[in-house]
């Protein structure tokens, strides 16, 4: 089992910036495949981008031009850099990790991740 712990959250302005960091514990196989999720209050959670261990990236529509996204293998830990922020970006931000799938000698990413951190309150003010 993975433990995943994120930091880095906080309060911003409208147009501010903030970076997001989450370490994971325990063994490395399980967080092959890593991304960020949130959720804002009433909604439901949303994937925000991910970064396989193979180096495949990939944002969603929303994050893409103002969130970045970056993984330490050697440090086991996940970053989501952002940009630009806007009040519609508040909201609790996971991190999640999942060890992938193997088949054969290939090792792939369905992102049906099973570790997720405790959350990250983020609050962007107009």
């Known amino acids: 089992q993975v433990k995943l712990v994120e930091s880095g959250g906080g309060s911003v302005q409208a147009g501010g910036s903030l970076g997001l960091s989450c370490v994971a514990s325990g063994s490395t196989y399980g967080t092959y495949c890593m991304g960020w999720f949130r959720q804002a209050q009433g909604q439901e959670r949303e994937r925000v981008a991910s970064?396989?261990?193979?180096?495949?990236?990939d944002y969603t529509d929303r994050a893409k031009g103002r969130f970045t996204i970056s993984r330490d293998n050697a440090k086991n830990a996940l970053y989501l850099q952002m940009l630009s922020l806007k009040p519609e970006d508040t909201a609790v931000y996971y991190c999640a990790a999942d060890p992938g799938m193997v088949a054969g000698s290939n090792r792939f990413c369905l992102h049906n991740f099973t570790s997720w951190g405790q959350g990250i309150l983020v609050t962007v003010s107009s």
């Open positions: 970064f396989d261990r193979d180096g495949t990236v």
